[in-house]
């Protein structure tokens, strides 16, 4: 895998194409030549940054591998198409980043400005190739649906499984195209080494938890040494309220329970541990019966979502 290398492309009559060794782009011209200089990353028209770089992690534990900032001027949209992530020991067999997401910041926000976590939602997958290894040039076209524009984040997160005491160096290469006018022609991608250390296990066994992912209609199931019966209900746009009774393990509980496309629509209000007689349910969610997230009980029916069934955790 080349480290930091950088395509541009043009089309037309002036069209020209180049391989950059270095960092993203802060000038490009594009007259009957090419011409491009190179800044430091908060400089440049892309703004690339390794947050969880060195960082050590729990297992399961959510990091953020890259996060990306436009910098261009003007209306110019930016698509996230491609991610490739590899390990410095190529022949690892265990892949310790799970459940790979993308995700944009709902509004824009200044390089030193704090990003929620619940303002982030969930990028279609159909609108990125993930892989490990190479995607072999296999992008989808960009997605005005998924664009983020100036000033505007996007972001590549996974679930964190690293061996206790084992720090491995993971390598992200993302590809990032202009959607329609301006540079709609022009093809970036960086690479991004960086290292995650597994933490020492010391604690007993944890109670499961769901964890609501902001914005994105997401939750994330925390703390189960194995799969678990649960009760999921969800929202469907075409639809409207469901819900299913899967057994499910850490992670993300939409990629859990529908794949592709099927998981478009779906937002997740609420999830019941049964053996633990616990449900939670997203705050703000007309299912919600109080103020909290967590509770004591198991409703079955929608109109069990009370005070009656449901009693807020201690």
Not at 19 to 32: H, N, P, Q
Request: hydrophobic letters at 30%; aromatic letters at 6%; a negative charge.
């Amino acid at each position: 895998m080349k480290r930091r290398t950088l395509i541009l492309l043009l089309g037309g009559a002036s069209s020209g194409a180049m391989s950059v060794g270095t960092g993203a782009f802060s000038s490009v011209e594009a007259e009957r030549g090419v011409e491009v200089s190179v800044e430091d990353d908060r400089d440049a028209y892309i703004r690339y940054e390794k947050p969880n770089d060195g960082k050590i992690v729990e297992d399961g534990e959510q990091v953020t591998l890259v996060r990306v900032r436009n910098q261009f001027g003007g209306s110019q949209d930016l698509a996230l198409v491609g991610v490739e992530y590899e390990y410095e020991d190529e022949d690892r067999k265990d892949d310790i980043l799970r459940d790979i997401t993308v995700e944009r910041y709902d509004s824009p926000a200044a390089p030193d400005e704090t990003l929620s976590d619940e303002d982030f939602t969930d990028v279609d997958e159909d609108h990125v190739a993930i892989e490990r290894g190479s995607t072999n040039g296999n992008y989808p076209a960009a997605n005005d649906d998924d664009a983020f524009g100036p000033g505007e984040w996007v972001r590549i997160v996974a679930d964190a499984h690293v061996p206790a005491g084992d720090s491995p160096d993971i390598e992200v290469t993302i590809t990032i195209e202009g959607v329609e006018e301006g540079i709609s022609a022009q093809l970036f991608g960086e690479t991004r080494a960086f290292t995650l250390t597994g933490a020492e296990d010391v604690s007993a066994s944890q109670t499961p938890t769901v964890d609501f992912k902001g914005n994105s209609g997401n939750a994330k199931l925390e703390g189960a040494e194995s799969e678990i019966p649960t009760r999921v209900w969800y929202r469907d746009v075409s639809t409207g309220l469901e819900h299913d009774t899967p057994h499910l393990s850490n992670g993300q509980i939409r990629k859990q329970l529908f794949s592709g496309s099927n998981k478009n629509g779906k937002r997740i209000v609420a999830v019941s541990l049964t053996d633990l007689n616990r449900t939670y349910v997203r705050e703000g969610d007309d299912l919600n019966p109080g103020s909290s997230e967590c509770y004591d009980g198991v409703p079955e029916t929608e109109s069990e979502f009370n005070s009656d069934t449901l009693s807020a955790c201690d």
